[in-house]
């Protein structure tokens, strides 16, 4: 517990929960666009510029290290779009191809970054599944810095990107730049990969993109409280999930950030007030007795079909 | 007056040509029905003009200028089935939308905006329904919503995609009377059709459409059984009653 007391371990927990409240936003925008899946993609596709931004520097920088992760994730991305466009494959096997090629590409270069001399130290492979506790400082400004950009970016133009998503054809007859929304659209997932990377890691991240909205969407019929309940689930995920794994050594963030935004999916799920199982539970057995009133029907031997709504 | 002008238009939709040497004018205060069978291009035509679907060649001008200098003037109702109705947000919130080009980029609407918006929905008879979430909408009650989203943008020109298309008899008159107040109000509209026996009664011109421009004109002189004929090939029987209204029996 001592390492949550330190300065540095509450500047990693905050640059978590931004992490969180970025994903949430971004999440919800991938949920209407119903790319979800695209997120996934993306941050796999990230493996190999991490490692290879590490070939050309020589060591460990996280700016660069990220840098080299926004380029080969946005690679992924436009190979997706090439492919969806000029080939007669499909969206998500498109994404499933990318995936796994670039992620298997990673792997293999972080095989040999790890043999080289030095390179064992790098900690490189903490970006598999994330090592919040690694970082240092200037690590975290970055971080928080880089999630403040994409959270603005999805407040600011809030009404912009809800007739994006809802419309987008009237949305461009309005002259609305819907190309420009595209490319600025696939740039945030990418950032918002790139600011989970360390904290939760290549492949969790994409939990991080998709549970939040989702379980959001169990609470409400605004976009705009789908977007705060998204972002808060988010950000309290990232906050709770850092303070599990602070209290053992070395134990990775990743995993318990996504283990604690799976239990808020569930309860989500169970307990939701629009659509979940109890409330559909309870209105189905209402709707029920509102059809038979009599609580056990008298058998007059004729057999009755109670209708199932 | 021209307010729109279409010329040499071609379109491809995947592999194939959907519209090819369409061309024709529409005259301002006109009222016209686009008319065809299914994989005409009707749709296609619409998008094409309004720069949604690339074109292969030709051009469009609207009121004898580019589409980008006068696309505050023109207002676009998509097809009800386009957009995804489970989307959380309410009627006055889709209307409001209609709104966004005047609000202005990255500022948020303000009263003003929602009482216009309220206005419109009262109009197409949906005041009541203004907080209503857009999935518990009948299909009928949707497109009022679309309709009203157009009002709003207080546009010259409408093209209109399918408005009446699975709506129920209520929701068909309350368009059609809006559409011919926005006519008397001296403002075109166009409109995706598909019924061929009130064609006569909503439109005062009409476009017959398969993959090119079959005919067009006003609807009592353009609007007859041959037209009708080489329009939609073999696949209708034509009979002519002593009304002089066609009727038309589907195969």
């Known amino acids: 517990m001592s390492i949550l007391l330190s300065s540095n371990a509450q500047w990693v927990l905050i640059s978590t929960m931004l992490l969180g409240i970025a994903a949430g936003l971004i999440g919800t925008l991938s949920y209407w666009k119903k790319q979800s899946l695209m997120s996934d993609a993306l941050a796999h596709a990230c493996l190999p510029g991490i490692v290879i931004a590490f070939f050309i520097l020589g060591e460990k920088n996280l700016p660069v290290l990220l840098i080299g992760a926004a380029i080969s994730g946005l690679i992924g991305a436009l190979c997706i779009q090439w492919i969806r466009a000029f080939t007669r494959i499909k969206d998500d096997t498109a ?21 080289m001399p030095g390179g064992n130290q790098s ?15 200037q690590d975290v400004y970055t971080m928080s810095i880089l999630a403040l950009v994409v ?8 009404k912009e990107w809800k007739l994006f998503l809802f419309d987008p ?74 303070i599990i794994s602070a209290l053992g050594e ?60 | 007056m021209v307010v729109l002008s279409v010329n040499d238009l071609s379109a491809s939709y995947r592999k194939n040509v959907v519209l090819h040497d369409v061309s024709f004018q529409i005259e301002s205060g006109t009222l016209t029905g ?97 907080q209503r979430q857009i999935s518990q909408l009948s299909g009928g009650q949707q497109q009022r919503v679309f309709l009203a989203r157009a009002l709003v943008q207080e546009a010259d020109l409408y093209f209109m995609d399918e408005p009446l298309a699975g709506v129920d008899a209520a929701t068909e008159r309350a368009i059609m009377s809006t559409l011919q107040e926005l006519k008397a109000k001296g403002k075109t509209v166009m409109v995706v059709h598909h019924d061929l026996q009130t064609v006569q009664d909503y439109f005062d011109h009409v476009l017959l459409l398969n993959r090119t421009v079959i005919a067009h004109g006003k609807t009592d002189e353009v609007f007859t059984a041959e037209a009708i004929a080489k329009t939609y090939g073999g696949t209708l029987k034509l009979a002519k009653e002593g009304t002089g209204y066609v009727h038309i029996i589907k195969q």
């Open chain 1, 123 to 137: 900690g490189l492979g903490g970006f598999i599944f994330g090592q919040a506790a690694a970082m240092v400082k």
């Open chain 2, 34 to 130: 686009i008319v065809g069978p299914n994989g005409a291009g009707k749709s296609t035509l619409l998008k094409s003009i309004l720069g949604l679907h690339p074109i292969l060649s030709g051009s469009v001008s609207f009121f004898g200028s580019s589409l980008e200098k006068v696309k505050k003037r023109i207002g676009y109702v998509p097809q009800r089935g386009s957009v995804d109705w489970d989307f959380p947000t309410n009627a006055l919130d889709v209307v409001t939308m209609g709104l966004y080009g005047q609000i202005g980029w990255l500022k948020w609407p303000t009263r003003l905006h929602r009482k216009k918006a309220m206005e419109a929905l009262e109009k197409m008879g949906m005041a009541d329904y203004a």
């Open chain 1, 95 to 115: 994404m499933g191809m990318i995936l796994s090629v670039f992620f298997g590409l990673g792997i293999m270069l972080l095989t040999i970054a790890n043999r």
């Open chain 1, 250 to 309: 070395g134990w990775p963030t990743g995993p318990f950030i996504i283990v604690t935004v799976s239990a808020m999916f569930l309860f989500s799920l169970l307990f939701g007030l629009e659509k979940g199982l109890l409330v559909q539970y309870i209105q189905h057995r209402r709707q029920k007795r509102a059809v038979s009133p009599d609580p056990v029907p008298p058998d007059w031997g004729i057999s009755t079909k109670v209708r199932e709504g």
């Open chain 1, 169 to 242: 054809d009237f949305a461009q007859g309005l002259g609305l730049p819907i190309k420009a929304l595209n490319g600025l659209y696939t740039v945030l997932v990418v950032m918002a990969v790139v600011v989970g990377i360390q904290a939760v890691g290549v492949i969790l991240i994409a939990a991080m993109l998709i549970i939040p909205a989702v379980s959001a969407r169990y609470w409400t019929h605004s976009f705009k409280w789908m977007m705060v309940l998204s972002a808060l689930f988010g950000g309290a995920a990232g906050a709770v999930g850092t």
């Open chain 1, 151 to 158: 959270i603005a970016a999805v407040i600011l133009p809030f």
